[in-house]
Each structure stands twice: as C-alpha cells, then as structure tokens.
C-alpha cells in the first residue's frame, strides 16, 4: 500500500501542489501542501474505484483547501478575500513562455474555473470534472467553452 500511495502522489503532485497554491494565503503553502496529503493518506483505504483515481484525488485535495481556508478564515477571522488577485499582463504575449501565459491566465480565473481548466488540460472528462466539483456535466462544458472563449480574447485576438 505504501508503494501504491508513493506512485500516485509522485504521478499528481503537481496538481496536488497548484490546488494547494491556488487556495492558500501567503506563507501557508507548505502547511496547506501537508494537509493534502495527509488528507489522502487518510482516505486512501477508502477508495472504492467508482471515479478513476485522478478524479478521486482532485476531489480530496479541492474539498481539503476548502476546509483548510474555511478553518484559516475562522481561527484568524480574515476579512480578505481568498482569490488572488488578478494579475495583469504587461509585456506582449510572445514574449512570454506558455506556462507563464497559462498561469497568469489562471490567476484571473475564480477558483472553480481554475480548478476546470486544470483539470481539463489534464484530460478529465466533463463528467470526471462535474463529480469533482459538483456541478453538472453541462455545466462543466459551458464553463469550458467560456474559458476557451475568454483565453482567446485575450491572448490570441483576431
């Protein structure tokens, strides 16, 4: 069991790490990061195979980040907002690397965007996707199709 825990952090922990980045306030990082996974370890016997493992590891590390920022919120009684805020470009898109495009494209995007757009890139289906945040698969395909609409607007233009 240990192996196959070991296996499936190292194949996830980037998007393990973007959801722990993506939801934490400055400097809790690691601590949200460990709460993960401890989150996994803890769920791991539990996993029953109904959704594909990806999915099943999303869904944790997403509903962990919100229990960690909802507690966050509650002991500190933090005024701010948990987005980050929008990051504008100032230099031309070609001048930047994709991963810099797409991150401060992300970074624009509220969190259940980002969430869908991550793991769309990373080949969830609409179906995978809805189970992890809890919405519709229609839902999931707009919200997609808005995102490719927007990204297009801003970055690739006529």
Not at 65 to 72: G, I, M, R, W
Not at 79 to 105: R, Y
Request: glycine content about 4%; overall charge negative; aromatic content about 10%.
């Amino acid at each position: 069991m240990h192996r196959e825990f070991e296996q499936m952090i190292v194949k996830s922990q980037g998007r393990i790490r973007y959801i722990a980045s993506r939801y934490c306030h400055e400097g809790e990082f690691d601590d949200m990061y460990q709460e993960i996974l401890l989150q996994l370890w803890r769920s791991f016997d539990s996993f029953q195979g109904q959704a594909s493992r990806e999915t099943w590891v999303y869904k944790v590390a997403l509903n962990t980040a919100c229990t960690f920022v909802k507690k966050a919120v509650k002991h500190k009684d933090l005024k701010q907002s948990i987005s980050k805020d929008t990051i504008s470009v100032t230099e031309p898109a070609q001048n930047n690397c994709q991963a810099e495009i797409l991150n401060t494209f992300m970074n624009q995007l509220n969190d259940t965007d980002a969430s869908i757009l991550m793991m769309y890139l990373d080949g969830l289906s609409s179906d995978e996707c809805a189970e992890v945040i809890g919405i519709s698969a229609n839902a999931v395909r707009s919200r997609i199709k808005r995102i490719k609409v927007e990204f297009e607007n801003q970055y690739i233009g006529d």
